[in-house]
């Protein structure tokens, strides 16, 4: 025990220390300061108040390199409390940062606090949002591209650019109201509209689309390849995308190179991110439609007249795009196109990412699993009058008290580790609920979706292996056809209607992680867990400390200090203070140790 200790010290120390110099060295740390606050806008011709960050809607792009620090001081001037999440990002050994209500007080109006965290062996395109009550539905998103360090050769040829694309179903109501709708037992119905980039659709159809909206021209050069980064930020609708008579290659999913192959229109589920090189090889004898069109929808009528539309316009185009918009899937409803679309999705083993060695050297299709979870989600259901998403018939209450912060402080009560790991006919409840998971262990994840609609799940901490998916029941029979040598590896997964997705996970990020439905609607009404990855030894062992900027709420919310604004000419030497902190406390856990021997 103590040689584990003292070894798992030593590590922490390493860690702390190369932490350290990193955020010592000015080109290794990237600060930034967002005021977050409310602007006007009319992206559907209807004026609403949106969430912006810097006057931007989307936000502001990071752009940052594998192993950097990110030191992001966020101003809430909003008129509720905030929190960013960061989906996609994994936040090693670092949960304190993760920007989740199971994590952290939020970010009272009129506070600022700042993040600090490394992207420690990650690349690829990633988005930060609001995390609390339905304010992504609001805006505040924006997008996270993690580039290769140099030593690691990008598996394709540098792109003549950029583009990054934000695709979502949008309402006219404020999210308030979208909140109001939810909480007396109602649907959000049909979305208003579709954005590309927070802007209304380019007018395609002049009795569908009215005049004046603003809409997003991509300008570009002909002969040269863009790396198109497209997220679905949407509140619910999982969307067709694609690029009028132009072939999209897709080479990066949530931070792992796939093999290479193209497409015509890609499935892009709620919540889901995807990267494409596209090469302008057309005549530009017009611009050429950027589509984004609803799929797992209700036959409605009004569903065909929801198109997000953009223009891809090149620098000699000769005119206008007209006519039809190009055809997606046949069927708004064709759930196997869809899959099978998914599982050609698959990863690049041969290539390096964030490290040298290549993405298929973790030969994670011959560990033993040792432990299995079984996720199920059923239609709405009645739970002390109100009407509620569940998992297992559970649907998450969260405690005042963040769950880490309840750890840390010995609180008892806040939670249970007493949520269940397979379905039952139990009756359903709300509770704070958790699941206990093993630290070190290998952990399959079986999502079932009884529904009739897509369901999309995201972990927080972690990348894991879509090693499987089909329609019916999953038995322990379903895992003779799991790919155990190139699913892809990313955060956040579809799960088909009436069908079941098996994810496969390596527990060796401590910490108290988001299992989250994606879907802004469920995840309120309660469709999300977490997963508690603890260390037997404690968590200050293989975790970093709390950061000497914590917020307090609930039942520690005695424990807070008065606020400090911070300004932009504060410099990032509050982050090597931090880091500071955590190297004494670590040479202390290893003074401690010989002490005790």
């Known amino acids: ?20 110099s990193a955020a010592a060295a000015g080109d290794d740390t990237y600060p930034v300061r967002w005021e977050v606050g409310y602007m006007t806008v009319a992206p559907l011709g209807v004026s609403q108040k949106v969430i912006a960050i810097n006057n931007q809607f989307p936000g502001p792009l990071l752009n940052v390199t594998t192993n950097w620090n990110v030191r992001v001081n966020v101003q809430n001037n909003l008129d509720e409390p905030l929190l960013l999440t960061w989906d996609g990002i994994q936040m090693r050994m670092n949960s304190w940062q993760d920007g989740v209500a199971g994590t952290n007080c939020p970010i009272p109006p009129g506070w600022n606090w700042t993040y600090q965290f490394q992207l420690k062996d990650q690349i690829g395109s990633f988005f930060y949002f609001p995390s609390l009550g339905l304010q992504r539905a609001a805006g505040g998103y924006g997008p996270v591209t993690v580039n290769n360090r140099a030593v690691v050769p990008v598996p394709f040829n540098q792109p003549d650019g950029d583009i990054t694309l934000f695709i979502g179903d949008w309402y006219t109501k404020s999210h308030t109201e979208l909140r109001d709708m939810l909480d007396d037992g109602k649907d959000l119905g049909i979305p208003d509209g579709i954005l590309i980039n927070a802007k209304g659709p380019y007018r395609y159809d002049t009795t569908l689309v009215p005049e004046g909206l ?14 198109f980064c497209v997220h679905n930020v949407g509140t ?58 609803p799929r797992f929808v209700s036959s409605e009528a009004r569903w065909h007249d929801v198109n997000g539309v953009a223009i891809l316009q090149y620098s000699n185009s000769k005119g206008s795009a007209s006519g039809p918009l190009p055809d997606g899937p046949d069927d708004f409803y064709d759930k196997y196109y869809s899959m099978n679309q998914a599982r050609s999705i698959r990863m690049n083993v041969s290539s390096g990412a964030a490290r040298p060695n290549p993405q298929g ?11 299995t979870f079984v996720l199920k989600n059923e239609s709405p259901l009645r ?13 998450y209450s969260p405690p005042e008290t963040p769950l880490r912060l309840a ?3 010995n609180l008892t009560g806040v939670y249970k580790t007493d949520f269940p790991t397979m379905p039952s006919n139990a009756p359903p409840r709300m509770a704070s609920s958790v699941l206990n998971a093993s630290y070190k262990g290998f952990l399959e994840m079986v999502f079932q979706n009884n529904e009739t609609d897509v369901q999309t799940y995201h972990l ?44 496969l996970v390596s527990l060796d990020n401590v910490g108290i992680w988001n299992i989250r439905a994606e879907k802004l609607d469920n995840w309120y009404n309660g469709q999300e867990v977490y997963v508690k990855v603890a260390d037997p030894l404690g968590y200050n062992v293989t975790e970093m400390i709390a950061p000497n900027n914590t917020l307090y709420c609930g039942l520690l919310e005695h424990l807070q200090k008065p606020q400090i604004h911070e300004t932009s000419k504060k410099s990032s030497g509050h982050a090597v203070a931090r880091w500071s902190t955590q190297l004494l406390a670590t040479v202390s856990l290893i003074v401690t140790a010989v002490i005790c021997s």
């Open 1 to 20: 025990m103590l040689a584990r200790l003292v070894a798992a010290a030593v590590l922490a120390l390493a860690a702390v220390v190369a932490s350290a």
């Open 214 to 227: 603003q809409y997003e021209i991509v300008g570009v050069e002909p002969g040269k390849t863009y790396r």
């Open 236 to 293: 619910s609708t999982s969307l067709n995308f694609r690029i009028q008579n132009h072939n999209m290659r897709l080479v990066e999913a949530e931070g792992t190179y796939t093999y290479q192959q193209n497409y015509t229109n890609l499935d892009i589920h709620v919540g889901q991110s995807y990267s494409f090189l596209v090469t302008m090889d057309q005549n530009a004898s017009t611009d050429y439609y950027i589509v984004a069109s």
């Open 361 to 371: 050297s973790f030969r994670y299709g011959s560990i033993n699993i040792t432990q």
């Open 383 to 395: 739970i002390d009058g109100k009407r509620r998403k569940t998992i297992n018939r559970v649907s």
């Open 407 to 409: 750890d840390l402080h």
């Open 460 to 503: 927080d901490g972690y990348s894991f292996f879509v090693v499987g998916m089909d329609y019916g029941e999953w038995t322990p029979n379903s895992r003779g056809s799991y790919n155990k040598w190139d699913a892809i590896s990313r955060s956040t997964t579809q799960v088909f209607p009436g069908g079941w997705t098996a994810v």
